[in-house]
């Protein structure tokens, strides 16, 4: 069994950074990747960014591309989302989910099997 949980979340002011954490338990049942998806009220859940386990390869949305950064800690078993350059846009609960098998659509939130309790990140303009 697969656990997520998330942390790093917060209030910050427009133009500031946020780093958010994910410690996955269970790792060994990650073979394919982990991935950040966000929801602001009233909105279906959308991409974010994404990592592959074998060979690292990193893939993100195009409204963040540039000013997040998704990287990993393989000794911790942890998933960051760097987030610099925070926009009001950018405002919502963020998830970290876990694919245990598959290639391709990274982006696509129902090729994720485990996902963890959400963080909420509130930017103020």
């Known amino acids: 069994q697969v656990q997520l949980v998330e942390s790093g979340g917060g209030l910050v002011q427009a133009g500031g950074s946020l780093t958010l954490s994910c410690v996955a338990s269970g790792r060994a049942f990650i073979n394919s990747a982990m991935g950040w998806f966000r929801q602001a009220p009233g909105q279906e859940r959308e991409f974010v960014a994404a990592l592959t386990w074998s060979g690292g390869s990193i893939y993100y949305a195009d409204s963040v591309n540039g000013r997040f950064t998704i990287s990993r800690d393989n000794a911790k078993n942890t998933v960051y989302l760097q987030m610099n350059s925070l926009k009001p846009e950018d405002m919502a609960v963020y998830y970290c989910?876990?694919?245990?098998?598959?290639?391709?659509?990274?982006?696509?939130?129902?090729?994720?099997?485990?996902w963890g309790q959400g963080t909420q990140v509130t930017v103020s303009s």
């Open positions: 989910a876990a694919r245990a098998y598959g290639s391709r659509w990274y982006d696509d939130s129902r090729k994720y099997d485990y």
